[in-house]
């Protein structure tokens, strides 16, 4: 049964700092990962899609790297700003049948503080 | 407004009563699907559509769980005989190819 990791639960910088946010998944058969971020009681924005091919994706401040044969997906965030405060989580799509569901993981929580 | 949208965003009743969601998906999208989030969890997994078609459920998804998508177009989820421990955000998300799912605001049910 895929299980999806996220350490830490909880992070809190200095505005400016660069971090990073670590997922791990104990299946390597997937298709696709993704990360998201949440804000308190809102729904989910899809921030970055790596698809199981695929070693890393960019937008902006934000990068995700893709490691299938090690299980493991690391969000990197540069120059942390306060408005990146949110929980972000990591979620994979089994495969063999894309389309599916997304099993995710139970978030990082991060504050940033000016 | 392109995005997802549920009704309603906020839901309370009593126990033993019967509630129902809807969600509209973005337009294009022909995979829907229903996502269930308590406090402090990531989202888990409840049911999935494709046009129509309900392709697969979760065992969470009891017997008081009914979803249907007619026509392929916006979904509904119905919770009958709300227990406690229906209390949740349920989240609807849509997804064309290559499957990126969107997500929707949610709806927060509240079971007193």
């Known amino acids: 049964k895929q299980e999806v990791t996220q350490i830490p639960a909880a992070l809190s910088v200095p505005e400016g700092e660069n971090l990073v946010l670590n997922c791990s998944f104990t299946?390597?058969?997937?298709?696709?990962l993704q990360w998201f971020r949440q804000d308190p009681g809102k729904g989910l924005t899809s921030l970055l899609l790596i698809q199981s091919s695929q070693r890393e994706q960019t937008s902006g401040r934000l990068n995700a790297s893709l490691d299938k044969s090690s299980g493991r997906s690391t969000l990197y965030i540069a120059a942390s700003q306060p408005g990146d405060s949110a929980t972000y989580l990591c979620a994979v799509m089994e495969g063999g049948q894309a389309g599916t569901a997304l099993i995710f993981g139970k978030g990082t929580t991060l504050s940033v503080s000016s | 407004d392109t995005g997802v949208s549920q009704d309603p965003r906020h839901k309370i009743t009593k126990r033993g009563q019967n509630v129902t969601f809807r969600c509209d998906p973005i337009s294009e999208h022909n995979r829907l699907y229903w996502y269930r989030q308590t406090l402090g969890q990531g989202p888990e997994f409840l049911t999935y559509?494709?046009?129509?078609?309900?392709?697969?459920k979760s065992r969470l998804l009891s017997d008081r769980f009914s979803a249907e998508r007619p026509k392929g177009s916006f979904s509904t989820l119905e919770i009958q005989r709300t227990e406690q421990g229906d209390s949740a955000m349920y989240l609807c998300a849509s997804s064309p190819v290559p499957h990126e799912q969107y997500f929707g605001p949610g709806t927060r049910l509240t079971v007193t």
């Open positions: 299946d390597s058969a997937i298709y696709n």
């Open positions: 559509f494709q046009n129509e078609a309900q392709l697969e």
